[in-house]
């Protein structure tokens, strides 16, 4: 059963947009208070790249990636969104898509307060 799922990854130049979106299931995102957007480059591990609450809509973002990414929510839609602009090709990871409960805004980034994962999206800059 898949509860979300991602989309809107591609290859795109340096410099480009990309717009991804995640789908929840209902129950998902109903019980859900945050929805997040982490990535995962070869090599490297996985990090948080922004999150939205559920409720309000207060954002969040990595220090290094603020300005040039915006996650945004629509309820209505069970989705979250994640803009990617200007893009480098030092983002080329694949993108995930996670929802939960978080139990303090400044565990945002931590992975294990998520139950709910996407199976990721594709984005090469080059």
């Known amino acids: 059963q898949v509860q979300l799922v991602e989309s809107g990854g591609g290859s795109v130049q340096d410099g480009g947009s990309l717009r991804l979106s995640c789908v929840a299931d209902?129950?998902?995102?109903?019980?859900?208070?945050?929805m997040a957007w982490f990535r995962q480059a070869p090599g490297k591990e996985r990090e948080g790249v922004a999150a939205?609450?559920?409720?309000?809509?207060?954002?969040y973002y990595a220090d290094s990636l603020k300005g040039r990414f915006t996650v945004s929510r629509d309820s209505a839609k069970n989705s979250a969104y994640l803009e990617l602009n200007n893009l480098e090709p030092e983002d080329t990871a694949t993108y995930y898509c996670?929802?939960?409960?978080?139990?303090?805004?400044?565990?945002?980034?931590?992975?294990?307060?998520?139950?709910?994962w996407g199976r990721g999206t594709q984005v090469t800059v080059s």
């Open positions: 996670a929802a939960g409960i978080v139990p303090k805004a400044n565990w945002w980034r931590r992975e294990n307060v998520y139950k709910y």
């Open positions: 209902a129950y998902v995102y109903r019980t859900s208070t945050y």
């Open positions: 939205i609450q559920t409720g309000d809509g207060t954002t």
